[in-house]
């Protein structure tokens, strides 16, 4: 039986040590639910992001379902990098990357947080809080819950995003300096 991604816990010797700090100006964001298959890609692809080498002014965080429980986190944040599933129809594994301006630019479909991603951005909006967002969306054609490992299509993507990922942060981090 594979190890779950998430098991370690913070301290134990074998867990990623956390990257990043609150105020960082850049903060990747991976969402969904390990719970549920490919909806968890968001979190996979952030637990191999943490055995990265950590970039001066990005901070990982794991923001599971949290929808507008992550408000705050978006203090000190100039840019957001996000990753998360969609169900756009789109072949399992398709990698999307989008910049929207407007909360209502987000793609449907963004798995089970849906509405609480699109109301944490509205809030962040109407406060003034609203980083730059930088979205990679991978696509995902079905939902299986109780199951924590990605299909073979889903997972054979998951290198590419998180290179991309990280060259993406490090730009962006490096322009902010």
């Known amino acids: 039986m594979a190890a779950l991604l998430d098991s370690p816990l913070v301290g134990e010797a074998n867990s990623a040590a956390p990257q990043g700090t609150v105020g960082d100006r850049v903060l990747v964001l991976g969402v969904g639910n390990l719970l549920m298959g490919d909806e968890g890609v968001g979190i996979h692809i952030l637990r191999r992001l943490e055995r990265e080498r950590p970039v001066a002014g990005v901070r990982l ?3 599971g379902t949290g929808g507008v429980n992550l408000l705050t986190e978006f ?49 962040a ?16 054609e079905e939902v299986r819950p109780m199951c924590t ?11 590419a995003v998180v290179r991309a990922v990280h060259t993406h942060a490090a730009r962006l981090a490096a322009t902010l300096r």
């Open 125 to 140: 909006a109407l406060l003034g809080r609203l980083p730059r967002i930088h979205l990679y969306t991978i696509a995902v």
């Open 61 to 63: 965080l794991d923001g």
């Open 75 to 123: 203090d000190g944040a100039d840019d957001i990098v996000m990753i998360d599933a969609t169900r756009d129809g789109r072949r399992a594994g398709t990698i999307t990357f989008l910049q929207p301006e407007f909360v209502g630019d987000l793609p449907r479909g963004l798995g089970a947080h849906d509405f609480g991603l699109k109301d944490l951005f509205a809030a």
């Open 149 to 159: 490992e990605l299909s073979p299509a889903v997972a054979a993507m998951v290198p």
